[in-house]
């Protein structure tokens, strides 16, 4: 254990990629916990005679048309969109992992069941699917959820899958199964924990992917409505602004996006150097 | 011994800047090659006989540099010459074929078109005569049907023949010094004979001077006439075959001899050899890289590695030799 | 070879029915009841009924499926609402401005990331190499609707380069005669280089939001590919022979690191008709994804399920093109153990 810990500050410090995008990372969880309080007005508080005003010291990334506050509806975003990003890629993390395990595990007809189920997901181009799967579920927040989820799952279900197979004839399984454990308790109590850490990284990688695609969801008007502030709608709603040149409205929310999705991505990178046996030197 | 050598590699270091350390992976190389001979370069694995071929061609990885000593070929020091000299002369003046054919050989393009590349970069030969010299080559090398073959892809053709390839290759432009790096190395038993006669008879025929590097003693003694041992990156005996046989010098010779007993016999016998070769990395490697697996060791072994020439230019270097 | 595409287009099957049966299945999937959705609201219950065995949907789920793939066999994809054209003709004449942005898209896409990547790869460690590695990580981060829109604000706005982000063709300009539908070959074709270059114009900036998006998939894989093909034994022996460092990198290095490229474009190809959709929306292209999203918000079901499956079908014919690609490129396929 303390090996790994040598490990883990090793690539901390040699990388400080690596420790700027676990500082980031803490920013965002500081915005998505506390953001309704850190917002210095109202998110949803129009007043018509401060409408479009650019950055000032008062509203930092200016109003909108509506002259609501940008920064308190970035800011206040926060929450929803990770949170959509997180319970999308939780989900596929319970269905895919499971599904790639099982598959892996026990091969056969599972394997070829989840195999052609994958496949016929990865036969779509994924945002499209997303679109179709919305649209056909229902606008709301929760379904956007779940098509993010789908999406993702065939990922998922590979790498469960190609870890499983190695593990299945392994030593410590065969001991497992010598001592009378049945198949599901060796599943759950041998093979998951010892994939675990190589899921972790896809979530991490899988993270920046399910905020990109969430936020395209209600940047086209799935999902979420106005007036919540969500990133991608607070982009859709500053592109009109952006040809008369109010550039504001829509380049912090934009910015807030990317930042996200950078940091999630970096740190997925980063947990990859710590997890990758073959990567220690 | 009167005429200069082809190439005459004296004093050579090489130095790989690696992530673990320094690797002193050559230690004052010397050796020599005269005009028509075949030499053989004999270790173990790991003992520097890639990293000298490599030196020499001037195609060393860019982690390894020459710290010192020359390699004069034509009157020319390679490890001095610029990258487009030493190109003019790859290829054309010296080749080197290598070990496992198959992916030696680019995988996705024609054998015949692979030939003619070199054919067409060195030979002064034109896009339009190049199929048809590289079929002329495909023949010299007794490859049978050679018109189908220069067609082929090296997926498509077993090990031998892909060596057969690459000999035709090294030898496209007639050079005067070939380097063999373990050419029979992933072949099997039957095919290993017919590509050393066939580099051996092409040698000869051309006049052309050949290293043979190898850790098969027996395959060493059966075609060249004089050997050269390293261990560890350094050149610890080079005599001429039959007194090397006879009367070996360094008890490292001795050993290898004893582990093949027969000239015929190969040197998968190395196993008996006591020990292992030293961490090169380290900061401070004994003076004599075989004092710690040596049972000739006395006090002076310490002290900085003698070399002992004798005027037919065999040379051993060792405190205590046999 | 014939043999091996005639082996990889049957393979495709699998695919076409899995996307037929999901689009199926979405859209029966529809929110509320497409009977009474179709008689409108101030219809009987019995009308309802009616309408309701006319849309064939009393039948079994088998059933309804068969008789969705034979009116997809005569082309049939029902009808717009918003339009009331037929939803075939509708994607019909949309689909070339898509494929024309997403093809061009691709096109920039591989033109910056394949150098790049090769740079990186032959001085590993140096300037480019991390400027590589900063943009590809910075270019998948960028949302495509994000990206759009700054290009726009600088370049069209700011500088006043680019043209109005407002579709095709401006305003000055006709669409030359339809030939096969996409500007640039149609304007080509018939010799009106003048609408070539404005064609052009407006599709430079959205075919660069496309490429910036899709950037780091191909450039990542051409720099771990190349570094591996420059260490390889076979390039070793290239370089023993002397050949000059140009021959050394494209003709050996370059094709055989292209090849695990070429079959990273489908994921690719999956990047790009997604940010397609989005692309259009912020500029205006009258592509197949702007129609969807009209559809979407009309809540007119037919068209989103033709755009679905217009777009799964197109995902599912570029792997297609892809793989064929790599049967011709690498004569090995099919011949390994
Ligand atoms: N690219 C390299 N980087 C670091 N060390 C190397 C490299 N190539 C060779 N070496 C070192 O040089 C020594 C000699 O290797 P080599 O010449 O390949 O031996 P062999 O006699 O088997 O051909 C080895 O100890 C090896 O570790
Ligand atoms: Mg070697």
Known sequence: ????????????????????????????????????????????????????????????????????????????????????????VILTFGIGAIAGIAAGYFGGWTDRVVGRIADTIMAFPLFVLAMGIVAALGNTVGNIVIATAIINMPLYARVARAEANIRRNAGFVEAARLSGNSEGRILFMHILPNIL?????????????????????SFIGLGIAPPTPEWGILVAEGAQYIISGEWWVALFPGLALMLAVFCFNLLGDGLRDMVDPRRRT | MTSVPLLDVKDLSVEFRTRGGIVKALDRVDFSVEKGEMIAIVGESGSGKSVSAYTIMGILDPAGKATSGSAVFGGQDLLRAKESELRELRGREMSMIFQNPRVALNPIRRVGAQIADVLIEHGGVTRAEAPGRAIDMLKKVRIPDPERRAKAYPFE?????????????????????????????????????????????????????????????????????????????????????????????????????????????????????????????????????????????????????????????????????? | MLLLIGKRLLSAIPSVIGVLVVTFLLTRALPGDPAAY?????????????????????????????????????????????????????????????????????????????????????????????????????????????????????????????????????????????????????????????????????????????????????????????????????????????????????????????????????????????????????FSWPGIGTFAIEALIASDYAPIQGFVLTMALMYVLLNLAIDVLYIVIDPRVGFEA
């Open chain 3, 38 to 282: 179709f008689a409108g609201p101030a219809a009987t219950p019995q009308a309802i009924a009616e309408i309701r065995k006319s849309l064939g949907l009393d039948k079994s789920l088998p059933e309804q499926f068969v008789v969705y793939v034979k009116d997809l066999a005569r082309g049939d994809l029902g009808n717009s609402i918003a339009t009331g054209r037929p939803v075939l003709e509708e994607v019909r004449s949309r689909l070339p401005a898509s494929l024309e942005l997403t093809l061009l898209g691709l096109v920039v896409s591989v033109g910056i990331a394949v150098p790049l990547g090769v740079l990186a790869a032959t001085r590993p460690g140096s300037w480019i190499d991390h400027s590589c590695r900063v943009i590809t990580t910075a270019g998948v981060s960028l949302p495509a609707f994000f990206t759009g829109l700054l290009l726009i604000y600088v370049l069209y706005y700011l500088l006043g380069w680019a043209p109005a982000p407002l579709g095709r063709l401006d305003i000055f300009n006709s669409a030359p005669r339809d030939i096969t539908g996409l500007y640039l070959v149609d304007s080509l074709l018939v010799g009106d280089l003048e609408t070539f270059w404005a064609a052009l114009k407006q599709l430079l900036l959205p075919a660069f939001t496309l490429a910036v998006f899709t950037l780091a998939p191909i450039a990542r894989m051409t720099r771990a590919s190349m570094l591996e093909v420059l260490s390889s034994d076979f390039i070793r022996t290239a370089r023993a022979s002397g050949l000059s460092p140009g021959k050394v990198v494209y003709a050996y290095a370059f094709r055989n690191a292209m090849l695990p490229v070429v079959t990273t474009l489908g994921m690719v190809f999956s990047f790009l008709l997604g940010a397609n959709v989005l692309v259009e929306k912020v």
């Open chain 1, 197 to 217: 850490p190589i899921l972790m990284v896809q979530c991490s990688l899988t993270m920046g992917y399910a905020i990109l695609n969430a936020a395209g969801l």
């Open chain 1, 1 to 88: 254990m303390s090996e790994t810990w040598k490990h883990i500050r090793y690539v901390l410090t040699e990388n400080p990629v690596t420790l700027f995008a676990f500082g980031l990372f803490g920013l965002l969880l500081i915005c998505a916990l506390f953001g309704p309080w850190l917002a210095p007005h109202d998110p949803l508080f129009t007043d018509a005679a401060r409408a479009l005003k650019p950055p000032s010291a008062q509203h930092w990334f200016g109003t909108d048309a509506l002259g609501r506050d940008i920064f308190s509806r970035v800011l206040v975003a926060t929450r929803l969109d990770l949170g959509i990003a997180f319970s999308a």
């Open chain 2, 157 to 322: 053709l077993s090990g031998g023949m892909c060596q057969r390839i690459m000999i035709a290759i090294a030898l496209a432009c007639s050079p005067k010094l070939l380097i063999a790096d373990e050419p029979t190395t992933g072949l099997d038993v039957t095919t290993q004979a017919v590509i050393m006669d066939l580099i051996a008879e092409l040698g000869a025929a051309q006049g052309m001077s050949t290293v043979l590097i190898t850790h098969d003693l027996g395959m060493a003694a059966e075609y060249c006439n004089r050997i050269v041992v390293m261990h560890a990156g350094h050149v610890v005996e080079t005599a001429p075959t039959a007194e090397l046989f006879n009367n070996p010098r360094h008890p490292y010779t001795a050993r290898l001899i004893a582990a093949t007993p027969r000239p015929t016999a190969s040197l998968r016998g190395l196993a008996s050899i006591p020990g292992s070769l030293p961490d090169l990395r380290a900061t401070h490697i004994p003076p004599c890289r075989y004092s710690l697996r040596c049972e000739r060791k006395t006090p002076d072994c310490d002290k900085p590695l003698p070399v002992h020439r004798q005027k037919d230019g065999a040379l051993v270097a060792c405190w205590n030799p046999l």
